[in-house]
């Protein structure tokens, strides 16, 4: 994607909107902006979500391991979304259970932790300090979570 990205973006019209289809890790939407993609559109939230994996700020969370059984945190301290209401052992617990609720609630997590992103990064690249902020999230974003 990055190689694709280079070779393309210098041909892409500056004063239209730059769309990417079908691009969706976290870490991806990064490299995305920094290469000068406006806008993206992916299942890949609500697929992970319903299949128990959490994105977060300090990288994904498999909901369905053993360790979250007596886990009492939110998937992610200081998210506003429904899931992080719930403790990780609750979440964990709809899943093995085989409720729906579960795949609902981590999918919508995910979907707000999505914009979250995308503010953040909106807002470095309106203060300047984009390549700063994207380096940072690059190291926490991409890999397993505690």
Do not use: W
Request: hydrophobic share 45%.
């Amino acid at each position: 994607m990055r190689t694709t990205l280079a070779a393309t973006m210098p041909h892409m019209p500056a004063d239209r909107p730059r769309y990417l289809m079908g691009v969706g890790r976290p870490i991806d939407l990064i490299d995305g902006v920094a290469a000068g993609i406006d806008m993206f559109d992916c299942v890949l939230p609500t697929r992970c979500g319903r299949t128990a994996l959490a994105f977060t700020f300090a990288g994904t969370l498999k909901m369905r391991h053993a360790r979250l059984r007596d886990d009492l945190r939110p998937i992610e301290e200081g998210c506003p979304c429904p899931a992080c209401r719930h403790s990780r052992s609750y979440l964990r617990h709809l899943f093995i259970a085989g409720e729906m609720l579960g795949p609902v609630l981590v999918s919508l997590h995910n979907l707000t932790m999505y914009a979250r992103l995308m503010r953040q990064l909106r807002a470095a690249i309106l203060s300047g300090s984009f390549q700063a902020v994207a380096a940072n999230l690059r190291e926490r974003i991409d890999g397993d979570a505690d």
